[in-house]
Every structure is written in C-alpha cells, then in structure tokens.
Nanobody, 132 residues
Framework: QVQLVESGGGSVQSGGSLRLSCAAS????????MGWFRQAPGKEREAVAA???????SYADSVKGRFTISQDNAKNTLYLQMNSLKPEDTAMYYC??????????????????????????WGQGTQVTVSS
C-alpha cells in the first residue's frame, strides 16, 4: 500500500524558510514523478514543483528561484526547501506521486500542472502559514 506522509509545515514570518518532507513507502517503482501541490482557503489547488525519478525538476513561476524540490532515494523521502517565503505562500501543502509516469503522453514537467489527476497517491497535507 502506497503511503505519503508530509511534515515540516509551520508558521514563519515573511522572508523566512521552511523545509517540507514527504516520506514515501509501499512502492519500489524505478520510474515515477513526485510533486508538491498547495491549496489556500477559497482558492484552487496549485501545482508548485515536480521531480522525476531521473532527477529533472520543474517549478511554478510563482516559486521559481525561491523553492527547491529534491529527493533522497535512500530514505524514500521527497523535500521542498522554501526560502524567501511570502504571505501568499500560505496554504496547505501536499505531496503526490504518479507511479505511471513512464506511460504518459508527455513528460512530467509538462503535465504536472495541468493533470493533477495523474497523481494517484496523495499525502494528508501540512500547513504553511507566512505572516507579514
């Protein structure tokens, strides 16, 4: 059974940093796409960043240059380092996994923004609050 468990959220002031973690278990796929998504109250879910099993990454324009997605395969853990946080980054952050990425018609870096339905496994979320 695939499980994703996020941690690392919290409250910080504008300009601060947080590192989110997503511990993954229950699968041994060698090809996959992992993503971070966020949703603020009253707003639609937004794709933040994605990383493919080969290490390639993609970022939303709103976080480019401030956030870094990475993975530690030995620990089966996905990370999101968030620097220079802004109040508009306040949201519930979710990690998600697409274990069928090799069969998609396009690369993960393209579809993770438009096809969140490809991500069949989601964590429970971790809250990030940035105050001004």
């Amino acid at each position: 059974q695939v499980q994703l468990v996020e941690s690392g959220g919290g409250s910080v002031q504008s300009g601060g940093s947080l590192r989110l973690s997503c511990a993954a278990s229950g699968y041994t796929y060698s090809s996959y796409c992992m993503g971070w998504f966020r949703q603020a109250p009253g707003k639609e879910r937004e794709a933040v960043a994605a990383i493919v099993s080969d290490g390639s990454t993609s970022y939303a324009d709103s976080v480019k240059g401030r956030f870094t997605i990475s993975q530690d395969n030995a620990k089966n853990t996905l990370y999101l380092q968030m620097n220079s946080l802004k109040p508009e980054d306040t949201a519930m952050y979710y990690c998600a996994a697409d274990l069928m990425s090799r069969y998609r018609p396009s690369r993960c870096g393209y579809y993770y923004k438009s096809r969140p339905d490809y991500f069949g496994y989601w964590g429970q979320g971790t809250q990030v609050t940035v105050s001004s």
